[in-house]
């Protein structure tokens, strides 16, 4: 089993996860985040005052997958995300030793 942690632009997300859907995806978490990686922040104007924002609001998604599921999220990830831009984000793949579903206490890939 692979645990698929990735990091993309918040307005990317709707598209993402429709393509997630599509490609077979049963669950996601879902969480909003914010940090920065050769984009190092950004300046903006708030009421006529400059700042600099060292953390810009990203999006993280998080995925339980099968071993044979894994490529197929991650490449489904990288093209629905990718705006050919700087700051498109990035896609973490993890090894992941178990799981158990609470409510049955199913493990492994049944409780995905």
């Known amino acids: 089993m692979k645990y698929i942690v990735s990091i993309i632009k918040p307005f990317r997300l709707e598209h ?16 909003e985040v914010k ?6 922040g950004q300046t903006e104007i708030y009421r006529g005052a400059e700042y600099t924002t060292n953390m810009l609001p990203k999006v993280k998604i998080e995925i339980a997958t099968s ?10 990830i990288q093209q629905a995300a990718s705006t050919e831009a700087i700051g498109d984000g990035k896609i973490f793949v993890f090894d992941l030793d178990s799981v ?13």
Request: glycine share 14%.
């Open 16 to 31: 993402v996860r429709e393509a997630l859907s599509a490609a077979g995806v049963a669950g996601m978490t879902i969480s």
């Open 35 to 40: 940090g920065f990686g050769r984009q190092k």
């Open 67 to 76: 071993d044979d599921m894994a490529p197929k999220v991650a490449e489904t």
């Open 100 to 112: 158990t579903r609470i409510r049955t206490g199913e493990t492994g890939d049944l409780a995905l």
